[in-house]
């Protein structure tokens, strides 16, 4: 089944094996005449990235790059790209890769017409208001991976290089103008990647469809992304080259994004402090700390559960469901638990103090303490 789809929802989505072909387009619809391709170090030397800077050119945009992009992307690696935006006289940015080079892409963006710090403008209240609209960049995004969703999302995440800590930068224009989805370009991820991206997906849709929020639309999305990735993640896994299962894995990622407007909960609170303390893959280590979270969750999330399983064909209720994730995972060889991530248990405090202060903490189910989310530490051990 080839997919070829345009959508508008919730910006303009080209989905369909080939369409980075349609990036100069993209760019000139947005009114860029030199646009600033931003990816991060790895991406850089690979044909994928060198083929869409071709498509500019060819097109008379220019062929720039700034790859200055670590994977975890800082306020430092945030300068230098404003920098570069600057110098080169850019009218918009390309945001091309995994979470790393769509968050510094969009960030870039943004900062490129504000006169205040990046860190006034975190997620908080309204701060984003603070910002001047006008001067925010546009922003063409092109996935690389299936996972974060960052291309159809309103935020962007930092990490302070002196705290360590992950800061969400918001804003409503953050959504890209334009966006790409060329399942060809993930066809090169290795297998452990397309398996810790598309089980960050899978968390998004889980996380969005549990939080106690009243957002139905986000639900009805989350609970199809979860069929999604119930059909087609193994499948994907198993054959990098199956161009349907890439392209439905592109569709299940945009719309974890787009569903956890919703709220997110306990898998990311944990997740978020593991991976600044270690280091950790981001999806990978939301893929250990779920069933954890799950069976913590229980009692609040029974009657929901049972509502998802019954929509995925996943017979046994809530039982059913953890079942089938511990089956997901042992397929994607997903380590048992943190101790088989590699991972002490030894800062158990340290990591719950900075769960229980983590955005998503907010959207679980069961309110987090820091002595019940102690508790959930320990589970994940
Ligand atoms: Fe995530």
Request: net charge negative.
């Amino acid at each position: 089944m080839n997919i070829v789809a345009n959508w508008s929802y919730p910006t303009a989505i080209k989905m369909g094996r080939g369409r980075i072909k349609e990036l100069a387009d993209a760019c000139k619809s947005l009114g860029m005449k030199k646009p600033l391709l931003i990816t991060d170090r790895g991406l850089a030397p690979m044909q994928i990235t060198q083929a869409a800077l071709e498509v500019l050119e060819e097109a008379g945009l220019g062929r720039a790059i700034f790859a200055d992009v670590d994977p975890n992307p800082n306020e430092k690696n945030l300068e230098a790209g404003i920098k570069a935006y600057k110098d080169g006289g850019h009218d918009g940015v390309v945001a091309f890769g995994g979470g790393s080079g769509l968050d510094l892409g969009k960030c870039v963006a943004f900062m490129a017409g504000q006169t205040r710090p990046v860190w006034d403008f975190e997620d908080i209240g309204d701060w984003w208001t603070r910002a001047n609209s006008d001067g925010i960049a546009p922003i063409v995004a092109v996935p690389t991976t299936a996972g974060t969703g960052s291309e159809v999302g309103r935020a962007s995440v930092i990490t302070n290089s002196v705290t360590h800590v992950k800061k969400i930068i918001f804003h409503p224009k953050f959504l890209p103008g334009v966006v790409i989805c060329d399942p060809e370009l993930t066809v090169g991820m290795p297998k452990i990647i397309t398996a810790g991206t598309g089980m960050d997906a899978f968390a998004h849709c889980l996380e969005a469809y549990s939080s106690p929020f009243y957002h139905p639309m986000s639900a009805g999305i989350a609970l199809e992304g979860m069929r999604l990735v119930k059909e087609f993640l193994p499948r994907a896994y198993k054959d990098g080259t199956d161009i349907e299962a890439r392209s439905n894995m592109m569709s299940a990622a945009a719309m974890g994004a787009t569903a956890f407007q919703k709220g997110l909960g306990a898998i990311h609170a944990l997740s978020h402090p593991i991976g600044a303390v270690y280091n950790t893959h981001h999806g990978m280590t939301n893929a250990v700390v779920m069933p954890p979270v799950l069976r913590f969750n229980r009692e609040a999330i029974e009657d929901k559960i049972e509502r998802a399983a019954a929509y995925l064909g996943i017979a046994g209720g809530f039982d059913g469901f953890y079942d089938y994730v511990l089956s997901l995972r042992a397929e994607l060889h997903v380590p048992e638990n943190l101790t088989a991530m590699g991972i002490a248990n030894d800062r158990i405090d340290e990591l719950s103090a900075m769960a229980i202060e983590d955005p998503s903490a907010g959207g679980n189910p069961v309110k987090l303490t820091l002595e019940n989310t102690k508790q959930l530490f320990a589970d994940c051990f």
